[in-house]
């Protein structure tokens, strides 16, 4: 399907309207007039692009207000704010594998957290044995907070089966759970305990539930300062600062469209029959499916959803999400199909 507009709850293909529950816009932030409003104002004072290096010689003070209070937000020691997730990802590998050559990665983790060479976490359904042996070296664990097919955060159990004369680097994506998961949508990073760890680092994409075109690595003090004296960050453009102005802006507004959210999570709970076909917990904006027929059954109703081969899985994707801005007849309308 080939659209001309941003999908919010309701798209429309070739003169017919559909209801939308696709995407990643979780929080329905990007379609919102005041978050518009904010970015048009931030534009206006900050340009629509600085093609700089963040080293020049002169520098813009919000980047350093951006990084801080992310890294408040996220609890971690400091951050780096980049173009984009990917990138994110790809920069803090590509800076590990200078010294570190033991890659680990959990199953269906995004390709952008993929070391050189990365060897499967689990075999056969049991921690990798190379992880347990007592041979002293680093390691490096990449895994999604949130993998694309499930509803529940990564559990990090499996930490305490690896041998402790392995030093852990371990590195997390939060694409998927920034802005939703946690009581004030700060993810999972500041709770994943560091007794297993030498340390941790989160990448994140900030264009799905958060809504602006950023990346942003974050991690201890000593390791983003690095970060920023590698030649790939002193070299690249910075990211848009108008997008990291709107972040420190709009936080009113996050909470309040998690506040929506939440309400929406809360009624499907309350109305959707358990199935063994779906994936869903209240906590998630996501019904996830592995009925090949799902996609076909909610189209011929009206209903579009994310299908589509992702590199990590064997199968398609189909995924149900659930946004901030959908309202009760929408979500009425989806139970009813999903409960037949």
Known sequence: MVIDSFPDRVITVKGEEFLYFGGTSYLGIATQNEFQKILSNNVRKWGTSYGSSR???VKLSIYGKFESQFSDDVGAQDSAAISSGMLAGKFVIEYLSKTITSFYHYPKTHPAVIGPDSLPLFVDGQLNKQLQNEIP???VISVDAILSSEVTPTNFNYLDGISPNKNVTLVIDESHSLGIVGENGEGVFQNIPMEKLKSKIMVSSLGKAIGLTVGAIS??????ETIKKESNFISASATNPAYLATYLEAQKLY???RSKLKINLEFISSNLNSNK?????KSYPVIYSNDEAIFSSLLDNHIVITRFKYPTYKNYMNRIVITANHIQTDLEKLINLLNK
């Open 277 to 281: 076909k779906y994936k869903f917990d």
């Open 55 to 57: 080293n020049s010689n």
């Open 255 to 257: 909470s309040e469209q």
């Open 219 to 224: 991690g201890n003090r000593n390791f983003i």
């Open 137 to 139: 070296e680093e390691v």
